[in-house]
């Protein structure tokens, strides 16, 4: 029964993007059934096949391989943070950034890196059938992350109309950073980490293609190159050194969020706590409720969609909730301990629900980086779609849950 509840959630959330699509009429069906296909394809390989559970396996333990060279260096700067039972999420999790962001950054510099991105974006543009550029856009955000890749893709940008600028917008919704993999790792099975990825991606483009179809010319289906000319006029270790630096950025604003947002969490939470506590007692009930609770009556239906049952429905709806108005870290730091106890379908769902930048503080720096990229006009009319650009990350993230959720039982 689950697993019918599960393929109907899928129906309703592609329901739901075509009920807010700009022009239906354009919708292209047989591009997003050869997407969806290829989902349920992937989906079964890496859940449920063994060849496919082995690679993603492996590659998990690669990362895991190489998180154990980063604390080494963490260690030998910090021997006590590295003991066994001593390390905290910030060393864990956040303190392998300051290799992988560098190491990232190195295969750019040598070019390897953007020839992959090309070559794969350009064999998902033959199967899908989409716009060469969004396809190519995809597998930067896979590696890059959704502000890393506009930047990197500025050239391009500037080039597009707004409604195809309108659909990066809402594909930067559903991205990870590969910088940021590794810390996902440490906290949640590597596995679903590296399945939730490529699955992303692919429903991005679904979604997008659904909520904001686009027709194009062959003549304006174009990719420019990478630009990276800023890399390539630096010497190397003065690149190299500068990438640290950013690597330590992003860890301090990484901690900050996390930290503002768990405070802030907490004393809403308190507020509301006192103000439900108080009123109940007025009208002589016992007991209150606090801000999961609110946020998971949003959710509530769509983790019923997932085929979870009705229990376990109520808490993963909250913790949904809470990765869309805070951030993914927020709640992997309060299940990472206790994830393991989850049923296998409930550990899968939530785990690749988690895998995005899909929340309210993203918005911001998707707008923020397209304001410096492309004209008024065009950021003016991203910024009137905000709503769809948040409905847009919710239903992707809902759609990689539901695809993992139908072979994970």
């Excluded at 354009?26 to 859940?47: H, K, P, R, Y």
């Excluded at 396996?57 to 260690?75: E, F, K, V």
């Excluded at 506009?150 to 930067?172: D, G, H, Y």
């Amino acid at each position: 029964m689950f697993l019918l509840i599960n393929i109907l959630g899928l129906i309703v959330f592609l329901a739901i993007a075509v009920l807010f699509s700009r022009n239906r009429k354009d919708i292209q069906w047989t591009s997003i059934g050869i997407l969806v296909i290829l989902n349920i394809v992937l989906a079964w390989f890496f859940i449920y096949f063994p060849w496919g559970k082995a690679v993603v396996q492996g590659l998990a333990n690669g990362i895991a391989w190489m998180i154990d060279s980063a604390h080494a260096g963490t260690g030998f700067a910090f021997a006590s943070w590295v003991e066994p039972g001593a390390m905290d999420m910030a060393v864990s999790a956040l303190f392998p950034i300051l290799l992988v962001v560098p190491l990232f950054d190195i295969l750019m510099y040598l070019n390897i890196l953007p020839k992959l991105i090309g070559m794969i974006g350009w064999v998902l543009a033959k199967i899908t059938r989409q716009p060469k550029f969004e396809s190519f856009f995809g597998i930067e955000m896979m590696f890059l992350g959704n502000t890393e890749a506009l930047a990197v893709s500025s050239e391009q940008l500037k080039r597009m109309n707004e409604t195809r600028v309108l659909t990066i917008a809402m594909m930067s919704m559903s991205s990870v950073s590969g910088a940021i993999v590794g810390a996902y790792v440490s906290m949640v099975p590597g596995d679903l980490v590296l399945t939730a990825i490529p699955l992303n991606i692919i429903n991005a483009i679904i979604i997008s293609a659904i909520l904001n179809p686009v027709t194009l010319e062959d003549k304006e289906d174009i990719i420019y190159s990478i630009q990276n000319s800023e890399i390539e006029k630096q010497p190397f270790f003065s690149f190299l050194g500068d990438s640290v630096l950013n690597a330590g950025k992003l860890i301090l604003i990484i901690i900050a969020f996390v930290i503002s947002f768990v405070a802030l969490s907490d004393l809403i939470d308190r507020l509301i706590n006192a103000a439900t506590g108080i009123i109940a007692t007025w009208i002589g009930l016992k007991g209150s409720f606090g801000l999961d609770q609110i946020l998971g009556v949003f959710m509530y239906p769509f983790a019923l969609l997932l085929g979870l049952p009705w229990g376990e429905a109520w808490i993963v709806a909250q913790q949904m909730a809470k990765k869309i108005v805070t951030n993914e870290f927020v709640v992997m730091g309060e299940i990472k301990d206790v994830l393991d106890s989850y049923s296998p379908h409930r550990r899968a769902v939530l785990t690749t629900f988690l895998i995005s930048f899909a929340n309210f503080s993203t918005i911001g720096m998707i707008v923020g980086t397209l304001k410096g990229i492309v004209d008024t006009k065009t950021s003016d009319f991203v910024s009137k779609y905000v709503p769809m650009m948040l409905l847009a990350g919710i239903l992707v993230s809902l759609m990689t849950a539901g695809f993992v959720g139908l072979f994970a039982w």
